[in-house]
């Protein structure tokens, strides 16, 4: 509601300055100055733990759905949908762990360590199978002897 009554007033803005003809023309770029964005390979998908927790998040988020970050775990690549930050105290005690580590309950999460912290992993996809939030793929599954690879 707040969105449609800003913009009815933009509009009318707008439009009164068009009758007016007190508007700026600012010109555009010429097609030989517009730089593209460079081409995503597989390869720059890859997470690097060795990142902040932020950058992890927003590197996953900047990613998702399509082409998807990945990350392998003992030989096998999980493609990473959606993570979070882990604020609370629960990894004090292994906060000597190399970034890559991975904490789990085998049940409800999965927490990798990162440079500055500890993000949660919400939904993935192991190779060969359909995504799915992490309390799914322990239906089946387990990760109590794997560790990261990066």
Known sequence: ERLMKKGAEL???TVKAIEQNNFPSIPQLEIHEIKHAPKIFKETCE???DQSSDQVRNFVRGLSPYPAAWTKVADKVFKVFKVSVVTSADHVES???P???I???NKNYIHIK???GWVALQEIQPEGKKRMAVVEFFRGNKLNTWSSET
């Open 11 to 13: 509009v009318l803005k």
């Open 47 to 49: 997470i690097k733990w």
């Open 95 to 97: 906060s000597d762990e």
């Open 99 to 101: 970034p890559g580590h």
């Open 103 to 105: 904490l789990t309950d």
């Open 114 to 116: 990162t440079a500055d």
